[in-house]
């Protein structure tokens, strides 16, 4: 019998976008040339860069927050509670956010259980 892939719920997805455009506009600046940095520094979308590496830093700090959904019984679920690492098998002690790493191996979380329908998927 094939096994089927579990579901996700895009969580970590949202972080990701947020690091890899950041990093891809660095990576430009540090690459130009010094008349391009000129040219571009002088434009729209340069001066439009401030508010949206502000705007990356609260979305960060607000998309952490936002509850899920489970993708089996489609229930809202808490992102901040005191889970335990399937990693090391141990609860975390304290309520902590499902994208922080931790606290005894380092490791994230790459999936995480329903607490209603005891079904497994990806974050």
């Given at each position: ?70 993708p089996y019984c489609a229930r809202v679920l808490p992102t901040k509670k005191n889970w335990t690492c399937p990693h090391c ?35």
């Amino acid at each position: 019998m094939e096994k089927k892939p579990l579901p996700s719920v895009f969580f970590h997805f949202r972080f990701k976008f947020l690091a890899v455009t950041s990093i891809a506009f660095l990576l430009f600046v540090i690459l130009s040339s010094s008349s391009d940095f000129s040219r571009f520094a002088d434009s729209a979308q340069f001066k439009l860069m401030g508010p949206f590496f502000i705007l990356s830093g609260l979305m960060f700090l607000v998309f952490r927050r936002f509850p899920i959904k489970c993708p089996y019984c489609a229930r809202v679920l808490p992102t901040k509670k005191n889970w335990t690492c399937p990693h090391c098998g141990k609860k975390q002690g304290k309520e902590r956010f499902l994208m922080e790493k931790c606290v005894h191996c380092k490791q994230m979380l790459s999936t995480h259980e329903c607490d209603v329908c005891k079904k497994e998927f990806r974050l």
